[in-house]
């Protein structure tokens, strides 16, 4: 498969961003590639699994039903439109969709992908034709309250996965993974008492690369499952999610969810429950890879305050009233 780069102004993502305004089909865009096999746990590399940092054991049982769940329920936040609905709503949703439905993704902005969106309206146009938009940032909606404007519920993409693992799987189901090395796909089975997943962990900069984009695209296709589990990092997981649901053939819900996995499976260590619950996980991340993470938390994010700022001045100006 050739990893040749195209030239950033004509990459890949760029192209798609424009299909995606253009409301244009993806035939065409990329040429059609070999469907890929895909990865199981034979032959793989054995883990390490002192080097297992946390225990996960989900639930063995399916969560039982809640009443129906009304997604059309949003609260529109810097461009967006946010479903207000808890962990096990949200779950319960995405779980009751049909494994045959065509293919449709959810996006969990954090404050980092709100101001990367503030400057992109490219990138915005492909989260807002996400099936669901959930708010993935205590600090957002702590601000947001404070400021006296609407905010919706928050349910972090790490919450969303392993409470889809843990409570939504039916016994031996199937999911599909992109993203996540492989030596820590034995852990993530065995942690989480999983099938088998169809798996693919796609070269470094394959959203330039025409090539590896499209063979990405086309394993999802060739591995239908009712959660597609989309685990390259962000804005890269949402231009996949994309090219796939504009593709058209695919099936099931693709969830954008970054190092979610990667958290189950012990890679990365989490933040203590208290961090996350005070909205301090940032903290947490930014004293584990400072090197990695200082731009993003300490230079980027906060930008995320003037644009809550500037939707309070705008609400005023229109004679919202603040909320207390």
């Keep these: 498969m050739s990893q040749t780069a195209h030239p950033t102004s004509s990459s890949t993502a760029d192209r798609l961003l424009d299909f995606v305004l253009e409301g244009s089909a993806l035939e065409g865009f990329v040429p059609e590639a070999?469907?890929?096999?895909?990865?199981?746990?034979a032959g793989s590399e054995p883990v390490a699994f002192t080097q297992v940092t946390t225990e996960f054991r989900p639930a063995k049982d399916i969560s039982p039903a809640l009443p129906p769940v009304d997604a059309t329920a949003v609260v529109p936040l810097l461009g967006l439109d946010f479903a207000d609905l808890s962990l096990a709503q949200a779950a319960q949703y995405l779980a009751e969709r049909p494994a045959d439905a065509p293919f449709s993704y959810v996006v969990t902005p954090n404050a980092d992908h709100l101001v990367r969106l503030s400057r992109d309206p490219r990138l915005t146009?492909?989260?807002?034709?996400?099936e669901l938009r959930m708010l993935d940032s205590r600090v957002v909606r702590g601000?947001?309250?404070?400021?006296?404007?609407?905010?919706?519920?928050?349910?972090?993409g790490s919450d969303l996965t392993a409470y889809l693992l843990a409570k939504h799987l039916r016994p031996g189901e199937q999911i599909t993974i992109v993203g996540l090395s492989p030596i820590w796909l034995p852990a993530l089975v065995a942690r989480c008492g999983l099938a088998p997943p169809a798996h693919y962990n796609p070269?470094?900069?394959?959203?330039?690369?025409?090539?590896?984009f499209d063979a990405t695209v086309s394993f999802v296709q060739a591995n239908p499952a009712r959660f597609v589990f989309l685990a390259v990092g962000s804005?890269?997981?949402?231009?996949?999610?994309?090219?796939?649901?504009?593709?058209?053939?695919?099936?099931?819900?693709?969830?954008?969810?970054?190092?979610?996995?990667e958290f189950m499976a012990g890679a990365r260590k989490r933040a203590p429950e208290f961090m996350s619950q005070a909205?301090?996980?940032?903290?947490?991340?930014?004293?584990?890879?400072?090197?990695r993470l200082f731009r993003r938390y300490l230079v980027d994010s906060p930008v995320v305050i003037a644009l809550l700022l500037k939707q309070r001045l705008a609400n005023a100006r229109a004679g919202q009233t603040p909320r207390g």
Excluded: H, K
Excluded at 203 to 212: E, I, K, T
């Design 34 to 41: 070999p469907v890929l096999e895909r990865s199981t746990l």
């Design 125 to 130: 146009a492909i989260y807002r034709n996400a």
């Design 143 to 156: 601000l947001g309250r404070r400021m006296g404007l609407a905010v919706p519920q928050v349910v972090p």
């Design 203 to 212: 070269p470094r900069g394959f959203v330039d690369d025409s090539a590896a």
């Design 235 to 261: 804005p890269q997981q949402e231009y996949l999610a994309a090219a796939i649901a504009i593709r058209g053939g695919a099936t099931g819900t693709g969830l954008c969810i970054g190092a979610s996995l």
């Design 279 to 291: 909205g301090l996980e940032w903290l947490f991340r930014l004293g584990s890879e400072p090197r």
